[in-house]
């Protein structure tokens, strides 16, 4: 039907310009698009009383590309697309529901909308009805709810079918089998788990065999070697406690801005100034006691074992005043607060560091043997945990169960009397230390301890009956050694409270949202999550020994002490007379 170009009549509904912008890009429209669309829009007049606005049409456009993107997201990742049909709107339908979209967005205001529409007495024409389209769900250009503008000289013409295609978030075309194959080759979540987790396991086992595997050569070749790993622990164990405490400034609660974000430059200083004073001391009080016959005896030594205690006084005074000078403004809660935190880990890191020391010290057997123990119980509670662990046994370590508690409780003291038992026949392991130069290989002697002397048991008589019947043979007495008692004490506190020492290392890590103290061992973590119930357990060792196990009698080396301290050099003369008069007078000859 034709009209003249007098008449205030339409053009064709539709233009060839509105059907090449049919197809829509991942990406937003760029500039010349807009205003090619404008263009195009400003030709077409809706023969309907009320027409949307240009805006509105643009807002349902970008609502039906965001829908699609998501469409397409999903279908890549199911890795399935849809083959049903499709209906393709007709424009009349799409305008509609472009209206009603974009109704629910905003109203129009009445002057904007005036000025859009016109009513018209003219009768509408109805465009010719769209043929059905069957294309892939996810495939092609063509979106439900966008405007969609087809040329009248091309409505009866067929239409070409849709290629297989994607668009990645770039806007390039992707095939749909290169799609499907990314898809096949990314790794299942559950499968790469898997993998983690055997190699965490292959990782720590590996690591376990290599820390015993060192930890028993440095214990075969000798004390001087022990004492070095117990101070290497304690000093790493020392950087990973004191690395939780960040000293950084406050300086927007008290004021100061040119402070903020900096660091305090002393701190790190002063920590590691307070942990070489404290070894100093302490360190030097153990091998002034335990070397009495070496120190008093040489003149080099001897101020500095005279005067020990005054030396590491005035050592810990410089400190203090250090501490004190560097105190800055924006720094001063942090400070004082790192203080605090800084003599609370000299006392559980270093002092029982050094009582671990001192156990080596008196004999390898008193520090081998109750770390054994602890590693034991740990072992005992993770498999009996395993294999019979229903009831959680504290909150701060949701894994640890009452059957596994119970279970390495027994398991551990029937482990103790054999393995304790084992080691006490070894001079090299129950003799204190004299000279730090021997090994296992050397011909260590000593006179033992009372506790490793075996001795028998008399059995009751009604008993000696009931065994000797049983058996088939006669049992009159029982061998034992006191020390088997006394590994029987150790069986208990390494299964009953040594485990604490790992609860509250684990309520620690709680309180800094941390899963291990460091990664010093790899699959382990840090040292401190390995030394954790070994600290707790040498503090017990040491003060139980010392208050009931240890002789307290006269040595060479006490007696030189007492007559280097307390002594002047004329009465250490006469002293010195005196000892060869008696010695002449037993018949020996001193040259």
């Known amino acids: 039907m034709s ?36 263009t195009s829009q400003t030709q077409v007049t809706s023969t309907e009383n009320t027409k949307p606005s240009k805006s509105q049409i643009k807002k349902a456009q970008k609502q039906a590309r965001t829908e699609r993107r998501k469409q397409l997201k999903a279908s890549s990742k199911a890795g399935t697309t849809d083959s049903s049909p499709r209906h393709t709107p007709s424009p009349e339908e799409s305008i509609a529901r472009t209206a009603e979209a974009a109704a629910d967005v ?91 987790k055997r190699q965490s396991i292959l990782t720590r086992t590996l690591w376990t065999f290599i820390m015993i595997g060192g930890f028993v050569a440095l214990l075969l070749m000798g004390h001087v070697y022990m004492i070095m790993l117990a ?23 008290s004021g100061e801005t040119e402070n903020k974000g900096k660091k305090d430059p002393w701190s790190k200083t002063l920590n590691w100034y307070f942990f070489a004073v404290t070894n100093y001391f302490l360190y030097g009080e153990s091998i002034i006691y335990y070397f009495k016959h070496v120190i008093f005896s040489d003149g080099q030594l001897l101020p500095f074992a005279t005067n020990h205690r005054i030396i590491s006084f005035t050592l810990y005074t410089i400190g ?50 109750p770390a054994s123990l602890v590693i034991c119980n740990d072992i005992f509670a993770y498999v009996w945990g395993m294999t019979v662990g229903r009831t959680p046994l504290i909150k701060l370590s949701p894994k640890k169960t009452v059957e596994g508690f119970v279970g390495a409780f027994w398991s551990t003291l029937l482990f103790s009397v054999l393995w304790g038992s084992y080691f006490m026949r070894f001079n090299y392991m129950i003799c204190p230390v004299h000279d730090l130069g021997v090994s296992a290989w050397s011909n260590v002697q000593c006179t033992p301890n009372p506790v490793f002397v075996w001795k028998v048991w008399q059995i009751w008589s009604p008993l000696r009956v009931f065994l000797s019947r049983l ?28 485990p604490f020492g790992g609860f509250f290392a684990s309520g620690f890590k709680r309180a800094f949202n941390i899963k291990d103290f460091g990664h010093s ?41 007492m007559i280097v301290s307390g002594l002047t050099v004329n009465e250490q003369l006469e002293l010195m007379k005196d000892l060869r008069r008696y010695m002449q007078g037993q018949g020996i000859t001193m040259e």
């Not at 250090?322 to 605090?340: A, T």
């Open 471 to 498: 058996l088939g043979k006669s049992v009159t007495v029982i061998p034992y050694a006191p020390y088997q008692l006394h590994l029987l004490v150790f069986a208990v506190f390494a299964s009953l409270v040594a």
């Open 521 to 561: 061992i790899p699959g382990h973590g840090g040292m401190t999550d390995r030394m954790d119930c070994q600290f707790l357990m040498g503090v017990f060792t040491y003060v139980y020994y010392s208050s009931l196990i240890r002789e307290h009698h006269v040595s060479v080396g006490s007696i030189l002490q």
């Open 320 to 369: 203090f005043v250090g501490f004190v000078m560097s105190l800055r403004r924006g720094f001063l809660k942090q400070q004082f607060g790192l203080f605090c935190w800084v003599h609370m880990s000299l006392l559980l890191i270093v002092v029982s560091g050094h009582f671990i020391v001192n156990n080596i010290l008196e004999g390898m057997i008193w520090f081998w043997v």
């Open 106 to 196: 905003s109203p129009l205001p009445i002057s904007h909308t005036a000025s859009e529409s016109k009513p018209t007495t003219e009768p509408r024409q109805e465009p010719a009805p769209q043929p059905e389209v069957s294309e892939p769900s996810l495939l092609g250009p063509a979106i439900d709810g966008d405007v969609q503008h087809v040329n009248v000289a091309e409505q009866n013409s067929t239409l070409l079918p849709l290629q297989s295609k994607l668009l990645d978030d770039e806007g390039q075309s992707v095939s749909k089998p290169d799609v499907e194959q990314a898809l096949k080759s990314e790794p299942d979540p559950q499968e790469v788990e898997r993998t983690k």
């Open 231 to 253: 101070m290497l622990c304690q000093t790493i164990v020392y950087r990973e406690v004191t690395a939780l405490f960040s000293l950084k400034s406050h300086a927007s609660e």
């Open 3 to 38: 009209r003249s170009s007098g008449t205030t009549a339409n053009p064709p509904f539709v233009s060839r310009s509105a059907f090449d912008a049919l197809t829509v890009d991942e990406v937003e429209d760029s500039e010349d698009e807009q205003q090619e669309e404008e």
